[in-house]
C-alpha cells in the first residue's frame, strides 16, 4: 500500500515544527519504507489535498494548541465521514473540507487516513527550532505514532 507519511508545519514557527520533526524522526525509525514518502509540507490544506493525490493511505502529524494538555502528548483526530454544509471556500475551509472537497471532484486521495495532533503552547514563536520541552520528547512522540500505524 502506497503511504505518505505527512509532516505539516511551519519550519520558521518554533514549535509549529513538530510535525514535520516527528515525522522525519518516525520515518528514520522504520525498517522498512518501500512504499513510505516522506512529506514535509507547510502549505494550505488544499495543498496537502493535492500532495496526497495518489497515495491509497496517509499518516499526517500536526501541531495541536491545547493549554489543558502536556506538552508533547499525542492524539489521535478523528475526520468526520463526511461534509454536510454545501458550503466550501477555499479561503475558509479545513482539512476535513479540503478532504470532502478533493473526494467531490474524484481526485485520487487516500482512502485511508491517520491524523495526529502533537500539543504544543506557541505556534507562532519565530524560531527554526523546537522548545527543549518538546525536543526533549520527540522520540516518544515518533513511538507512539509507529505504535498506532506501523506497528507489525
Not at 17 to 40: C, H, M, T
Not at 90 to 107: C, D, M, N
Not at 127 to 146: F, K, M, V
Amino acid at each position: 500500500m502506497k503511504t505518505a507519511l505527512v509532516g505539516f508545519g511551519n519550519p520558521c514557527h518554533g514549535d509549529d515544527r513538530i510535525g514535520p520533526a516527528a515525522a522525519r524522526r518516525l520515518y528514520e525509525s522504520l525498517r522498512r519504507r518501500e512504499n513510505i514518502d516522506l512529506l514535509e509540507l507547510a502549505s494550505s490544506d488544499f495543498g496537502v489535498m493535492e500532495a496526497l493525490i495518489g497515495y491509497e493511505r496517509a499518516v499526517i502529524i500536526d501541531a495541536l494548541v491545547d493549554e489543558e494538555a502536556e506538552v508533547g502528548t499525542v492524539r489521535r483526530i478523528e475526520l468526520p465521514a463526511s461534509l454536510e454544509d454545501g458550503h466550501l471556500s477555499p479561503h475558509t475551509a479545513g482539512f476535513s473540507a479540503a478532504l470532502a472537497l478533493a473526494r467531490k471532484l474524484g481526485l485520487a486521495v487516500p482512502a485511508e487516513i491517520a491524523l495526529y495532533g502533537v500539543v504544543i503552547r506557541e505556534p507562532r514563536t519565530f524560531s527554526e527550532q523546537l522548545s527543549p520541552e518538546l525536543a526533549a520528547r520527540l522520540d516518544e512522540i515518533a513511538r507512539t505514532i509507529a505504535t498506532g500505524e506501523f506497528a507489525g
